[in-house]
């Protein structure tokens, strides 16, 4: 089996060049005397201090919700094993339903600069969509942290139902990938 983040690909913005990576403290201590620039680290690295670890990952994800107002959150715990979570994930949605992605995160260690969500769906082993969501820059927290993505909507109509094989992934700037998972989606005609 291949490594679900090899096949997704990671659209960049033309023109958009990532910034120089730079420690916490050269951070903290460049411009000095700007004001607004201050407060905006102040806001950034407000919960750092209490984020070191041994762990030397950057970010730790922890889980995915499928987000359907009216309905409770669907969660997949991506902290243990993701082969076992590929094999028993799936989700079955009403068609024509619209849904948003939640992510729940915890940022360690350092800053992690243009962090975005990204996946391909599959049908029957063909690629038929992909997305990727620029999620932000975040500093360290000793508190895990969530990140919305724009609502979107499950396709509809009896074409459409079927099983979907999602390959997702997890990436910042610096195109390290914190976490690659699959899941599977089930469209069908009335929740299940």
Partial sequence: M?????????????????PEKVDMETMQS???DDEALNRWKAQLLGGAGDAKSDD?????????SLVVEGRPDVELDLTGDLK??????????????DYKIKITF?????IVSGLKYC??????GIKV???SHMLGSYGPNKDSQTALTPKEQ???????????TIKSKFIDDDKEVHLAWEWQMKIAKDWA
């Fill in 30 to 32: 460049k411009d000095a």
């Fill in 2 to 18: 291949s490594d679900p983040s090899d096949e997704i690909e990671d659209e960049t913005t033309p023109g958009y060049k990532a």
């Fill in 106 to 110: 915890k940022v360690q260690n350092e």
């Fill in 154 to 164: 499950v396709p509809s109509g009896m074409l459409a139902r079927a099983t979907y």
């Fill in 84 to 97: 076992v979570l590929k094999e028993n994930s799936k989700i079955t949605v009403k068609e024509g339903i």
């Fill in 129 to 131: 969509d992909k997305s």
């Fill in 56 to 64: 030397p990952r950057k970010v730790i994800v922890q889980k995915m």
């Fill in 119 to 124: 996946h391909t769906v599959h049908r029957k």
